[in-house]
């Protein structure tokens, strides 16, 4: 059974970091390319990062660019985001999601929830 | 980036209506278009790829169309499992952006 378990939210300060975790199961993790998607409260989707199935491509929402890194370890089937300089608006549910051949997200974590506030 | 436009936001229906869901692609995306389902505090779950492709498991009442930049869902009878939001996604640019949602509520 294909599993994708997200860790490493919580609280944390305006202008402070946070690395987000995404433990993979169930499948060959390097055939995969991998995403991450966020979910404010009450709000719709919103693409945050993209990394290609060896890690050598990545790809970023404007808004999250230049503050967040998106890795890959695929020895260990672990899918991270560090992210840092959070805002506010960066508070949400962040779920990880693995990309089928189909070009769709056919597996989703449950999300784990980062909230920025002082 | 490609922006994706849904609509109707929200609509009200009862069991047993038929349900029909646009959504439009700022530019042509050929037929590289996906649908999700998510009920609240749960992650969504993909029904269609492709433009009409169902996923496996996904009852055959949920039927997807169009190309280019219109795109169509729908439901042939809702099912009161089917009470959810629903958002379109556009996998071919490099950033997978997505509508703006659809929820369909119990009238």
């Known amino acids: 059974e294909v599993q994708l378990v997200e860790s490493g939210g919580g609280l944390v300060q305006p202008g402070g970091s946070l690395t987000l975790s995404c433990a993979a199961s169930g499948f060959t993790f390097s055939n995969h390319a991998l995403q991450w998607v966020r979910q404010a409260p009450g709000k719709g989707l919103k693409y945050v990062s993209a990394i290609s199935t060896n890690g050598d491509k990545t790809y970023y929402a404007n808004s999250v660019e230049g503050r967040f890194i998106v890795s890959r370890d695929n020895s260990k089937n672990i899918l991270s985001l560090q992210m840092g300089s959070l805002r506010a608006e960066d508070t949400a549910v962040y779920f990880c999601?693995?990309?089928?051949?189909?070009?769709?997200?056919?597996?989703w974590g449950q999300g784990t929830l980062v909230a920025v506030s002082s | 980036d490609i922006q994706m436009t849904q609509s109707p936001s929200s609509l009200s229906a009862s069991v047993g209506d038929r349900v029909t869901i646009t959504c439009r692609a700022s530019e042509s995306i050929k037929r590289y278009l996906n649908w999700y389902q998510q009920k609240p505090g749960k992650a969504p779950n993909l029904l269609i790829y492709k433009t009409s492709t169902l996923q496996t498991g996904v009852p055959s009442r949920f039927s997807g169309s169009g190309s280019g930049t219109d795109f169509t869902l729908t439901i042939s009878s809702l099912q009161p499992e089917d009470f959810a939001t629903y958002y379109c996604q556009q996998s071919y640019g490099l950033l997978y952006s997505f509508g703006q949602g659809t929820k369909v509520e119990i009238k």
């Open positions: 999601a693995r990309v089928a051949p189909t070009y769709s997200l056919d597996h």
